[in-house]
């Protein structure tokens, strides 16, 4: 079964919650849960994570969680 290069691998539910934590870890300062978050995530839904993310922000999603990080609350 041949499928087109433009749709992105399928994300699973558990590889977005995991996506999600890690997102809240960086935000309370909780650096090695994140790792630990982002590395439970499965190599598919990564693939897909990435495509997702490059078409939004572009290709360096390293420099999109450095910026989370020492970006202010806005609390």
Known sequence: MSTSASVPPRISKMAAGELRDALMAIELGHGPTAVAALMAIDEESWQGIEKRLAALV???LRS???ASVTRSPLV
Do not use: A, R, V
């Open 58 to 60: 572009g290709d360096d």
């Open 64 to 66: 999109l969680l450095l």
